[in-house]
């Protein structure tokens, strides 16, 4: 079982939708959780961090945390064509490492 | 530029020869990381420091690679007798340490390395 995994999609949703992203992991101890931006050809850049069970808004951008069930998810609100790339999820634990999923490929159409 | 940069951005190389990367962090950041990556996959973890301190390896990384910060600045990334499959995107990455679980990683723009 891999540490941190993800669809690698592509998921595609129309423009002014909401996309879905989801992560689940698998160690117990992780602490914090991060989700990243990567356009292509480019280096991850941060969007959102969560380490409390519920819900972080930020702007168009949700995180959702679950400890219980291990599953981290990122809510998009009025998805745009600029939020095409691949959002990697990120998770930190107690060695201060940074593990990340394979990434959703995420494709908005105009 | 208060960035992170990495040098050289692209490096072609022969199988057998060896390569070194350098990374200056973000001169207030204390954690340092490198990275791995390759087409359609999330940044492979291979090791990173605290200050000059080495503190944590990847199991996945081979005797081949090597990683240096002599004196906490800046660090160097070397893989000796390169092989195709080393071919991929090298990131550096810093972090602050304010004991706190919320200090993001920030990237450099890669080293992308071609191991013909």
């Known amino acids: 079982q891999k540490e941190v995994e993800q669809n690698s999609g592509p998921l595609s949703v129309p423009e002014g939708a909401i996309a879905s992203l989801n992560c689940t992991y698998s160690?117990?101890?992780?602490?914090?959780f991060f989700w990243y931006r990567q356009y292509s050809g480019k280096s991850p850049e941060l969007i959102m961090f969560?380490?409390?069970?519920g819900d972080k808004e930020d702007g168009r951008f949700t995180a959702q945390l679950n400890k219980a069930s291990q599953y981290v998810s990122l809510l998009i609100r009025d998805s745009q064509p600029s939020d095409s790339a691949t959002y990697l999820c990120?998770?930190?634990?107690?060695?201060?490492?940074?593990?990340f999923g394979p990434g959703t490929r995420l494709s908005v159409l105009p | 530029d208060t960035g992170v940069s990495q040098d050289p951005r692209h490096k072609i190389t022969k199988r057998g020869q060896n390569v070194t990367f350098r990374c200056d962090p973000i001169?207030?950041?204390?954690?340092l990381y490198w990275y791995r990556q390759t087409l359609g996959q999330g940044p492979e973890f291979l090791t990173y420091?605290?200050?000059?301190?080495?503190?944590?390896k990847s199991r996945l990384l081979s005797d081949r690679f090597s990683a240096e910060r002599p004196k906490g600045s800046f660090s160097t990334l070397e893989i000796q007798r390169t092989e195709q499959g080393d071919s991929a995107m090298y990131l550096c990455?810093?972090?602050?340490?304010?004991?706190?679980?919320?200090?993001?990683?920030?990237f450099g723009e890669g080293s992308r390395l071609t191991v013909l």
């Open positions: 990455a810093s972090s602050p340490d304010w004991g706190s679980d919320t200090g993001e990683l920030f």
């Open positions: 160690d117990r101890g992780s602490q914090s």
């Open positions: 969560i380490y409390s069970n």
């Open positions: 990120a998770v930190k634990n107690y060695g201060q490492n940074f593990v």
């Open positions: 001169s207030e950041h204390n954690r």
């Open positions: 420091f605290q200050n000059e301190a080495q503190l944590e």
